[in-house]
C-alpha cells in the first residue's frame, strides 16, 4: 500500500503542472472570483477526471484506444474549445470594467453548482486527457496487479496530491485580485481566452494531422516520460 502511495505522489505533481485550458481558468477563477469559486471550478474537473478513471477501468483497452484516437472527437472538442475561447475574447473586448468587477462576491449554491459544472465539461471535453488516464493505467495496471483496492489507492493518491497542489495554486492566483485594474482585467482576460482558442486549434490539429501533431508532442507526453523512466 505504501509503496502504491509512493508511486501515485509524483504524478499527482504531473498531473497539477499539466499546462492545458483547466490549469488557466483555474488561475482566472481564483484570481477574479476567490478561493471558493476556483475550488468549486477545480471539483468539477476531478469529477471529470474520475469519470475518466472508471472509464479506462471497466472498458476494455482496444475500445478506449478506438475512442482516444477517433479524430471525429478531437475535432468535436477542439471546435466547442475554441468558439467558447472566441466568444469569451468578444465579450472581453466588448466589456468595460471598474473596480467593482474585481471585487470578490459572495457565491450563492445554484452560482457553485454552474462553476462545477463549468469545470466538469471544460475538462471533458479535451478527448487527450481520457489518453493520460488510459496510458497510467496501461502502464502501472500490471505492476498493481491491476487488483481493484491497489489502483483506488493509487489513483485516490494522485487526485488528493493534485488537489493539494492546485489548493496552493490557488491561494497564490488569488492574491493577484489585490492587484487587479480595469485594464489588467481586459487584458488578463483576453490573455486566457487566446489560449483556450490555441488549445481548441491544437484540439482540432490532431483530429486533422494526428501523425505529425503526435510527432511533436511525444517528448512533452508525461506517460511518455514515465515509460522512458521505467525502461531505464
Avoid: C, H
Avoid at 66 to 80: A, R, W
Avoid at 159 to 185: E, G, H, M, Q
Amino acid at each position: 500500500m505504501l509503496q502504491d502511495i509512493l508511486s501515485g505522489i509524483p504524478l499527482g505533481f504531473f498531473l497539477a503542472f499539466m499546462v492545458g485550458p483547466a490549469f488557466f481558468i483555474l488561475l482566472e477563477t481564483a484570481a477574479m472570483r476567490g478561493f471558493k469559486a476556483a475550488f468549486a471550478f477545480d471539483i468539477g474537473v476531478i469529477i471529470a477526471d474520475i469519470v475518466f478513471i472508471f472509464i479506462a477501468y471497466f472498458s476494455t483497452s482496444q475500445l478506449l484506444r478506438s475512442i482516444k484516437d477517433d479524430p471525429g472527437l478531437f475535432i468535436f472538442g477542439g471546435s466547442v474549445l475554441s468558439i467558447y475561447g472566441l466568444i469569451a475574447y468578444i465579450k472581453a473586448r466588448k466589456t468595460t470594467y471598474s473596480p467593482a468587477d474585481f471585487e470578490v462576491q459572495k457565491l450563492k449554491r445554484k452560482d457553485v453548482f454552474g462553476i462545477i459544472v463549468k469545470g466538469f465539461l471544460l475538462n471533458f471535453i479535451n478527448i487527450g486527457v481520457l489518453g493520460f488516464w488510459l496510458g497510467l493505467i496501461i502502464i502501472f495496471g500490471p505492476s498493481l496487479d491491476m487488483d481493484g483496492s491497489r489502483l483506488i489507492v493509487f489513483f485516490t493518491t494522485i487526485i488528493v496530491t493534485y488537489l493539494i497542489i492546485d489548493t496552493f495554486k490557488i491561494l497564490l492566483a488569488k492574491k493577484l485580485n489585490k492587484k487587479l485594474t480595469p485594464r489588467r482585467i481586459s487584458l488578463f482576460k483576453k490573455g486566457i481566452s487566446f489560449l483556450l482558442i490555441v488549445f481548441g486549434i491544437i484540439l482540432i490539429l490532431r483530429g486533422v494531422i494526428p501523425e505529425k501533431i503526435e510527432k511533436i508532442e511525444t517528448n512533452f507526453e508525461p506517460t511518455a516520460l514515465i515509460k522512458i523512466e521505467i525502461e531505464d
